[in-house]
């Protein structure tokens, strides 16, 4: 394992970096692919190298895929607007220019509108799926009081007529 001076540079393999997250190493090169994830160090005939951000990114794919269950390309566009968000972070400390904080502040509203649009989205999304498996359970439950009054309402048969 290749270690720098502090564990935010550390440099660790995939395998490792896949137990550590919680990953499959082919889940990893999955979306090294799909363009989600770009190791810290790709050394030819070697295994992919991770550092602290990459494993945070992982951490961060995970989630958005598994719990809050974003597809790959939902997870790409809020990736790129982490991306953005960090630049804007970055520019709005290396100045104390009024109008500059105030252009900067303005692009991350615009930035976060854009975030809680694509969670929006998702949310409306599971909305439509709730609402439809409520429709089919009330319809399963309509089914069931219907044909539980069915039974109420048959005529009982003595047990001498039915001989």
């Known amino acids: 394992m290749i270690v720098a001076n502090d564990a935010a540079t550390e440099l660790r393999p995939i395998g490792a970096v896949g137990r550590e997250v919680g990953l499959t190493p082919r889940a990893i090169r999955y979306y090294e692919e799909m363009g989600l994830l770009r190791p810290a160090v790709r050394v030819k005939g070697a295994d ?3 550092d602290a951000s990459d494993r945070q990114r992982l951490h961060e794919i995970k989630r958005l895929r598994e719990v809050i269950g974003f597809s790959l390309a939902e997870i790409a566009e ?4 982490d991306t953005i968000r960090e630049h804007l972070r970055s520019r709005f400390q290396a100045t104390s220019d009024p109008t500059i904080r105030v252009q900067v502040l303005r692009e991350a509203i ?6 809680l649009g694509i969670v929006e989205r998702k949310l409306g999304q ?4 709730r609402l439809e498996e409520q429709a089919r359970l009330d ?10 009054s069915r039974g ?12």
Do not use: C, W
Request: neutral net charge; glycine residues 6%.
């Open 78 to 81: 809020i990736l790129d607007t």
């Open 152 to 163: 109420e309402a048959k005529p009982v048969v003595s047990g001498s007529a039915a001989q």
């Open 126 to 129: 599971v909305e439509a799926l």
């Open 139 to 148: 319809r399963i439950r309509a089914l069931l009081a219907e044909e539980q």
């Open 110 to 115: 615009v930035l976060g509108e854009r975030r």
């Open 48 to 50: 992919r190298l991770f």
